[in-house]
């Protein structure tokens, strides 16, 4: 099942997508993505019982289709997870994941665009296969890891090279507002046979950048699920972004940063396109009050 979160005549709304149709929730079932994964397995089937029936339909280009989770509890990313991207920067293999906090407020959709800031022009991406937790969950043993899992999705976890390297946690240069594109739908785990077996690819406009397979992952999902459990409860929309493979724009002669005018593409098997945008941050781009 690919499940989505868009807005539909001014409403937020959660649904399932089949071919080019949404079939939404309803008003029996949670109307966001976070309450409908805490829900568990019978908001699911809820939602099977919804789409057999045949009933409503809404044409998916009648929507605009939003982040699947727009904040996720924890968006948590892995560092140096694809022994060619180690290679690639000279890093030693780390003994232990190496995790960092991107803050949820850069979370942007499929189609929305990533911004350049003024305070950087070293502005990278880079694609990633991300899983969703479904279940509350603590010191979890790696055989029963995929368990707690609910979905995939891909995540552009888009990086300011110069910010990421003023601290040794990155946060700040991961957290940049609009620059952590996800989606552009979940896909279930009962969806996608082998998690650790999908290619994945990444396109600066047609230029193909990243051309990998998460089986070169050094720790897979299920043994990063092990050991961030033995720290923290993690909970259901929890978002944890897996790590990149080679071919990001720092590495490349000349450095290859996203420029405004142009699009990253990612695309990975069995779930499906996340693409982006890139413009200059625009000067009203500001929050107040």
Not at 14 to 19: H, N, R
Not at 70 to 75: A, I, S, T, V
Not at 126 to 142: D, N, S, T
Request: charged share 20%; with cysteine; hydrophobic share 40%.
């Amino acid at each position: 099942m690919k499940l989505l979160s868009f807005k539909h005549n001014g409403q937020i709304q959660i649904g399932a997508l089949l071919a080019e149709q949404i079939v939404p929730a309803g008003a029996d079932l949670p109307g966001n993505m976070l309450d409908f994964l805490a829900a568990g397995e019978p908001a699911r089937q809820a939602l099977q019982k919804l789409i057999d029936a045949g009933g409503n339909r809404i044409p998916l280009s009648d929507v605009q289709l939003l982040a699947p989770i727009q904040r996720p509890g924890k968006l948590l990313g892995v560092g140096l997870n694809y022994a060619d991207h180690i290679g690639e920067t000279g890093l030693e293999k780390p003994e232990y994941p190496t995790f960092f906090t991107k803050q949820s407020t850069c979370v942007i959709a499929d189609g929305d665009a990533i911004h350049v800031p003024p305070v950087s022009d070293k502005v990278d991406y880079e694609g990633e296969l991300a899983f969703v937790i479904g279940k509350r969950c603590k010191q979890v043993p790696v055989e029963q890891a995929h368990d707690v899992i609910a979905a995939y999705t891909i995540c552009n976890d888009v990086t300011v090279r110069d910010w990421q390297q003023r601290t040794p946690t990155w946060t700040l240069g991961k957290s940049f507002d609009t620059h952590g594109p996800l989606g552009p739908w979940l896909v279930t785990a009962d969806e996608i046979a082998d998690p650790h077996n999908l290619s994945l690819k990444t396109w600066v406009d047609d230029e193909l950048r990243q051309n990998g397979n998460t089986s070169e992952m050094i720790f897979n999902c299920y043994e990063l699920i092990a050991y961030l459990t033995q720290v923290m409860t993690l909970e259901p929309g929890d978002v944890i972004s897996t790590g990149t493979p080679a071919g990001v724009g720092v590495k490349m002669k000349p450095r290859g940063y996203l420029k405004p005018g142009q699009t990253v593409r990612i695309e990975i098997e069995g779930i499906g396109t996340l693409s982006n945008p890139v413009i200059a941050e625009p000067e009203h781009f500001l929050v107040a009050g």
